[in-house]
C-alpha cells in the first residue's frame, strides 16, 4: 500500500505543529498502574507511530497527554510548557483527538458537524464558523458532502469529517487512536492518506496504530509498548528491520 495518493487538497496549507514531550508519564486507574514512567520527546512537524500489544497502555497514554484522564506522575509538555498547568478545555483546544469511533452528530450534515465544533469551541460567529468548516472539510476531500449527513457517508468519509473537526480547532498536535480500525478494509487506505498528507504538511501526530505499513512508510519514529512501558523507540527502519527485544521480536512476528 502506498500513502502518496493524496485526496483533493486546497492551496499549499501547512499546519504549525508543535513540540511534544512525555517526562517519565506514569498513569493508573485507581490502584493499577497501566503506564509506568513512559518518556517520549516528538519534534515540531513528525510523526510517532505507538505499536504494542493490546492492554499496553497505548490509549490511555493519548489519554494522559490531552488529560481525560489525569496523570499519576511524570509531566506532558506541550512546545515546552507543562498541560498539567493549564484548564483541561485549553489543553483539548491545542491537542486534538481522533478515536476510532467519529461520534458525529447523526442529524447535522458534515458541514453542520465541523461549524458547530468550530463556533462551540472557538465561540466565532455562525458565518465564520462555517467558513472554516468549508475549508476544512475540502482540506480533506469532502467538499462535495458537505451537505450530507453522516447516515449518507461512508465510515471513511464520516472519519475525514472528524478529522476535519478535529482540524478547524487549529491544534498543534493531533493524536489519533485506531483511526481506521472501525472501517471496511476498503475505506482505510483513504484515511490513512489523509493522515500521511497531514503528516507532510507540519502537524505534529502521535498516532496509535496497527496499521504496521503505515507506521514503516510515514512515521519519523516508532514506539514499541508492553506492559505499560516503553520497550523499544526509533526509526521505523530500525525497529522493523532489526529488533532488538525479544518482545518487539515476538510481537512482529505475530503481526507482519
Ligand atoms: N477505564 C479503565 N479502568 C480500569 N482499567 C482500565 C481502564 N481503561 C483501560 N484499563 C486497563 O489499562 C490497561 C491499558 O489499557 P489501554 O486501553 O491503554 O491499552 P491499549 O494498549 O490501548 O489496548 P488496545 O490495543 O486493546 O486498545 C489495560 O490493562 C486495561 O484493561
Ligand atoms: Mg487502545
Same mark, same amino acid.
Given at each position: ?61 493519548? #489519554? ?27 489543553? @483539548? ?6 478515536? *476510532? ?49 453522516? #447516515?449518507?457517508?461512508?465510515?471513511? *468519509? ?18 489519533? /487512536? ?5 472501517? /471496511? ?15 507532510? #504538511? ?13 507506521? @514503516?512508510?510515514?512515521?519519523? *519514529? ?35
Amino acid at each position: 500500500m502506498t500513502y502518496t495518493t493524496p485526496v483533493p487538497i486546497t492551496d499549499g496549507h501547512f499546519y504549525a505543529g508543535s513540540s511534544l514531550e512525555l517526562r517519565d508519564l506514569t498513569m493508573a486507574y485507581g490502584e493499577i498502574e497501566v503506564l509506568r514512567e513512559v518518556s517520549l520527546e516528538v519534534e515540531p512537524g513528525t510523526t510517532t507511530c505507538i505499536i504494542g500489544p493490546s492492554g499496553s497502555g497505548k490509549s490511555t497514554l493519548l #489519554r494522559g497527554v490531552n488529560r481525560l484522564h489525569e496523570p499519576k506522575s511524570g509531566d506532558v509538555l506541550l512546545a515546552g510548557e507543562s498541560v498539567l498547568t493549564q484548564k483541561p478545555d485549553a489543553v @483539548r483546544k491545542r491537542i486534538g483527538l481522533v478515536f *476510532q469511533h467519529f461520534n458525529l452528530f447523526p442529524d447535522h450534515t458534515a458541514l453542520e458537524n465541523v461549524a458547530l465544533a468550530v463556533r462551540h469551541v472557538k465561540g466565532l460567529s455562525k458565518a465564520e464558523s462555517r467558513r472554516i468548516a468549508e475549508a476544512r472539510l475540502e482540506e480533506v476531500g469532502l467538499a462535495e458532502r458537505a451537505d450530507h449527513r453522516p #447516515r449518507d457517508l461512508s465510515g471513511g *468519509q464520516q472519519q475525514r469529517v472528524a478529522i476535519a473537526r478535529a482540524l478547524a480547532m487549529e491544534p498543534e498536535v493531533m493524536l489519533f /487512536d485506531e483511526a481506521t480500525s472501525a472501517l /471496511d478494509p476498503e475505506l482505510v487506505k483513504g484515511v490513512l492518506n489523509l493522515m500521511a498528507q497531514l503528516a507532510q #504538511r507540519g502537524m505534529t501526530m502521535l498516532v496509535v496504530t496497527h496499521e504496521m505499513g503505515f507506521a @514503516r512508510k510515514v512515521a519519523d *519514529q516508532v514506539v514499541f509498548m508492553d506492559e505499560g512501558r516503553v520497550v523499544e523507540a526509533g526509526a521505523p527502519a530500525d525497529l522493523f528491520e532489526h529488533p532488538k527485544s525479544p518482545r518487539l521480536q515476538r510481537f512482529l512476528s505475530e503481526v507482519l
